[in-house]
């Protein structure tokens, strides 16, 4: 690193609120959030106002939802002067900042599509092309790519979020993360930890190797501590490296599944073979990525709710679902300067959880783990509604399943599903036990039993470590579609 880089580092470092947290705090995560709630109060009138001029310590979940009505105001205003798409929707629709007092009024205001977002990036920009430090792209998993623009104080706000959630998972100065996101084109979340663990003064290293020795050989060279990295991938190298090595050994304490969905099966697995808490991680680009993290207690993740406001609504009839109760998940970004998006819909299954939690949190939410996507749900039979995270469930329950792909036709009346499956092991056991976990599906049995379903069959591919490929989708629908 040259010596301006070095300088530019220490200077930003100086404007994080998450290396000022003592050492020994006990929610990092909690702490910072809440700090954040009473700063603004020191600066706002209109928030003093609604909740006086409260310590961090008397931050309540009243005041924190006061906070988020307060920035949701604070977004509308500021949106109305500075973004196009914005001004014209507010106009279209008549939303004044000064309507949004309760909860429920958030449901006055229109939801933004990812599909608005991709068409016109540039009519979401609120500063100026010169005030842009960073712009990314999104992988576009699902739909369109989409374009969204982050100042210097954005970016310096997300390295904040990182470095804080990290701490909240366990992460002080002397451990070292191994960030593990094989590289995948445009868009690469290790480049971006890697930068905010650098600014942040955490120690990481950064693996994108599909190689599993390397993997392990970088493991050891490091003295890693923690891991972070995509969920397929990290299973994928903790199934085929338990065989040729004790992985207890590493003495790792913590893992970090991020940016795809965690089913139970596959977590029981990775903290059996590590002999450490595996959590769960989520985060959209278009909210900076960090968003949220599990807790040891691993009922949900914790939403970083100082920067973003979460909302769970039927998708159907648009009104907000009640505590725990699965919908869609709506995003705020409430500190936003580039691109803020004002209840955006992320397509995503979850529900939101009211504080308190098992592990101390007493004023911030948090959301269950992702159960899927609305667009990826599937009708099968009857018209059971299957997700991919169902079949994750009982495929990789069963030991040697690294990863599958799911393809459904209709050759005649009945629904075919076709599994090609990823499994290290002897193929021909796996074979009869892998049919056996998925026949005994309740939505695969009652299609069976209704003549709507054939037999489901399956194609074993044994593992190449090579041709690894990050899945995308894992349930490909050929039949023609009528409805
Ligand atoms: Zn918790």
Known sequence: MNPLDRLKIAIARTKLTSTKLESGTEHPLESWILNKVAVEA??????????????????DRAIMRQYQLHKVRRMIEYTNENSYFYKARWKEFGIKSSDIRTYDDLLKIPLTEPKELADVPLEFLCVSQTKVMRAFTTSGTSGTRKRLFYTRDDVLNIVDSIAVA???????????????????????????????????????????????????????????????????????????????????????KAIILSAEPLPEAMRREIEEAWGCKALSQYG??????????????????????????????????????????????????????GSPLVRYRSYDISATIEPPCACGFRAVGKIVKIRGR?????????????????????????KGSLGYQLTIDKPAYKDRLLFKIEFAGDPVQGKEELLKAISALAEIRSGLENDLLEQPEIEVVLPDQASWIPKTRSIIDNREQFD
Not at 43 to 54: F, H, N, Q, T, Y
Request: charged share 25%.
């Open 42 to 59: 020191r600066k706002s009138a209109d928030l003093r106002r609604a909740i006086g001029r409260p310590t961090p310590k008397q931050v």
């Open 166 to 252: 990290l701490k909240n998972a366990g992460m002080n100065e002397n451990d070292t993360l191994q960030i593990m996101f094989p590289t995948v084109a445009a868009w690469d979340p290790g480049l971006m930890l890697e930068g905010a663990c650098k600014v942040a003064g955490l120690k990481a290293v950064n693996a994108s190797t599909t190689d599993i020795e390397e993997q392990l050989s970088i493991m050891r060279s490091n003295k890693t501590s923690m891991m972070i990295g995509l969920t397929s991938f990290i299973y994928r190298i903790t199934v085929l490296a338990r065989e040729k090595s004790d992985l207890r050994s590493f003495g790792i």
């Open 284 to 337: 959209m680009t278009e909210m900076g990525l960090a968003t949220t993290i599990e807790c040891t207690v691993q009922d949900g993740m914790h939403v970083n709710e100082a920067d973003f406001l979460p909302e769970v609504i039927d998708p159907d009839t648009g009104k907000h679902c009640a505590n725990r109760e699965e919908g869609e998940l709506i995003w705020t970004s409430l500190n936003f300067e």
């Open 374 to 398: 609305l667009d990826m749900q599937t009708k099968i039979g009857f018209g059971e509604k299957v997700y991919p995270l169902l079949f994750d469930e009982a495929i990789l329950g069963v």
